[in-house]
């Protein structure tokens, strides 16, 4: 089945600073990359989701790279703010399921 | 608002009980999905539902039931059988299948005591 591996798992920016999370994944046959973003004690929100026949995709602070050859995708954050700092999970799609990376923990340092 | 509701928020549950979780929607999506969350883990698949009267085990299916008698509500029933039922469960939907976005409810923290 699909494997997604998430790196890092805590990341700590100054303001102003970028950030960025790589993940990696095993299935080919995946076609959909979402990235969602979890604050304390509620649920994942999507931010940003690329699909398997586009390399690259943005809005506005964020933006995410596919690289379909080397099978890893890269959240890119710019400009962060202390309101970006929360846990972020990729996931890649497989055998009817959508897998998730263990989450990389992002602190925002004002 | 259009949503996705989960209660209760926090459940205490003894042992050897069974309790079962509440979520509902009314994005009028077809595809449902409980998640269970662990500490310092990704989210695990449980069971997933793409219509009504039919739904699939995901991969930690064991020691769960769940059902869905209308496309608005998919209730999970956490049963005894399930070894380490701690954790931080989270029900969601989409329009159709995996590949579209999934829009996730606050969660229900269960806690067996």
């Known amino acids: 089945g699909e494997n997604v591996e998430q790196h890092p798992s805590t990341l700590s920016v100054q303001e102003g600073d970028s950030a960025v999370i790589k993940c990696t994944y095993s299935?080919?046959?995946?076609?959909?990359f979402p990235w969602y973003k979890q604050e304390l004690g509620k649920g994942p929100q999507l931010i940003i989701d690329?699909?398997?026949?586009?390399g690259e995709k943005k809005d506005q602070r964020i933006a995410v790279t596919l690289n379909k050859t080397a099978k890893h995708f890269s959240l890119h954050i710019t400009e962060t703010q202390p309101e970006d700092s929360a846990v972020y999970f990729c996931?890649?799609?497989?055998?009817?399921?959508?897998?998730f990376g263990t989450g990389t923990r992002l602190t925002v340092i004002p | 608002d259009g949503g996705i509701t989960q209660s209760p928020k926090y459940l205490f549950r003894k042992e050897g009980q069974n309790v079962t979780l509440s979520c509902e929607q009314n994005l009028n999506h077809d595809a449902m999905y409980w998640y269970r969350q662990d500490p310092g883990q990704g989210l695990r698949l449980i069971y997933y539902?793409?219509?009504?009267?039919?739904?699939q085990k995901g991969d930690i299916a064991e020691g769960y039931s769940v059902s869905r008698e209308k496309k608005e509500s998919f209730p999970l029933t956490v049963t005894s059988a399930q070894k380490n039922p701690t954790a931080f469960y989270l029900c969601?939907?989409?329009?159709?299948?995996?590949?579209?976005?999934?829009?996730f409810g606050q969660g229900t923290r269960l806690t067996v005591v």
């Open positions: 539902s793409q219509i009504v009267n039919d739904f």
């Open positions: 299935d080919s046959a995946s076609n959909y």
């Open positions: 996931a890649a799609t497989g055998a009817n399921n959508l897998f």
């Open positions: 690329i699909r398997s026949n586009v």
């Open positions: 969601a939907s989409s329009i159709s299948g995996v590949d579209t976005e999934a829009f």
